[in-house]
């Protein structure tokens, strides 16, 4: 008599992994195609001794940083067994996530649905379209986590930028953005930075940053930059993750409403929080300095370096400050490139224009009359 049976748990038919053996194929092709971003080095004259540095993460197939988090998130998916064949694959996004996961879902032949706030710029809304991929609106856009949640609920794989983005990518190395950065600058004379600067959206660019810096051993302090009022500023200063944003911002990909589960404050040595039009009109900046134009967040970025540059040289010190350029500023066109959605947006740049050219000219950080700090 024959016992034995072909459904037993130790034969599992059906339980082959051809399919996402195949997926982690795909995903380790595409990261060996694609080179390392750029380090661009600027010299702004009156900062001599300091050397800033901007790491482009907009030379990104898809166009910004979040090129890195959709290659982790779904790396992160397929090796915990979330991720199957034909599933359809949700996430919430202000836009950049949305347009990198879905251009990696068509890479890997599933369907994406962007969860996204309907005030998203117009230009990411048509760049997710294009490559395939469903947008879900949500008009008030706290809602866009709850939405993705539902979405799962109903079947699919959610990618879950804000609660996984801290912890799918490796902190410890693996050619992540800062072990890249650092290797970038070890021929330059200061190739152990004073600061790198960087915004928070999900959080997982300081996370990965701030962890490499202690794991390394390195002098080199991390500095969010956050729109003014922010929950990101307004959590790291009380200690306290139940507090919420004070004002909404218009830099899309970082100023979060709330504390996101991605938010590490202890990695984070200093905060500086950057007005929306201070942020604008750093961009304005960056695009006659680098010749290009770039997003909100990167202008954040620039603001909060050209302060910190300008403290270093009041106390006499030189060295190194590394920030990121986080995506193209043509997906802008319409919104912070406009000078009617300035206008009814009544963001004055002027003022700050004359701010950040003094301190480029100069080394001296001058906020406009009337404005904090
Ligand atoms: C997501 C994003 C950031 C912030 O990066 P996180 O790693 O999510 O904190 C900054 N700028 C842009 C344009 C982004 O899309």
């Not at 490559?131 to 959610?158: I, K, Q």
């Amino acid at each position: 008599m024959n016992a034995w049976r072909t459904d037993t748990p130790f034969d599992a038919p059906g339980a082959t992994r051809d399919w996402e053996h195949a997926a982690i194929a795909i995903l380790a092709q595409e990261a060996a195609r694609s080179a390392d971003t750029h380090l661009l080095k600027l010299d702004l004259p009156g900062f001599p001794g300091i050397a800033f540095y901007f790491k482009d993460e907009a030379a990104h197939p898809t166009g910004s940083l979040k090129h890195r988090l959709a290659r982790s998130l779904y790396l992160y998916a397929l090796c915990n067994g979330r991720l199957r064949a034909g599933q359809r694959v949700v996430d919430a996004s202000s836009g950049s996530t949305a347009i990198s996961e879905a251009w990696f879902a068509r890479l890997l032949g599933l369907s994406f649905v962007a969860v996204m706030p309907a005030g998203t710029a117009p230009q990411k809304i048509r760049e997710v379209q294009a490559l395939g991929a469903t947008c879900d609106l949500v008009d008030d856009p706290a809602d866009v986590t709850v939405r993705a949640a539902e979405h799962a609920v109903s079947g699919a794989c959610h990618l879950d930028q804000f609660g996984l983005a801290e912890r799918a990518t490796d902190w410890r190395g693996n050619n992540n953005i800062a072990e890249s950065i650092l290797s970038q600058l070890s021929a330059e004379s200061a190739p152990v930075p004073t600061w790198i600067v960087c915004g928070a959206g999900t959080g997982g660019t300081s996370a990965t940053i701030g962890r490499y810096l202690r794991y390394r051993r390195l002098a080199t302090r991390l500095c969010v930059a956050d729109p003014a009022g922010c929950a990101f500023a307004q959590g790291w200063r009380s200690g306290s993750r139940d507090v919420c944003a004070s004002v909404s911002t218009r830099i899309e990909g970082i100023g979060r409403a709330r504390v996101e589960p991605g938010f590490l404050f202890e990695v984070a040595d200093t905060v500086v929080e950057v007005p929306d039009a201070a942020s604008v009109a750093a961009v304005w900046c960056l695009e006659s300095l680098l010749g290009r134009r770039y997003g909100g967040s990167s202008g954040t970025n620039f603001a909060a370096c050209l302060q910190l540059a300008a403290a270093m040289r009041a106390r006499g010190e030189s060295g190194s400050i590394v920030s990121l350029l986080c995506d193209r500023g043509e997906r802008y066109a319409e919104t912070l490139f406009d000078q009617n959605w300035l206008a009814v947006q009544a963001l004055d740049l002027r003022p700050w224009l004359a701010t950040l050219n003094r301190c480029i000219a100069s080394g001296c950080w001058q906020a406009p009359v009337g404005v904090n700090p």
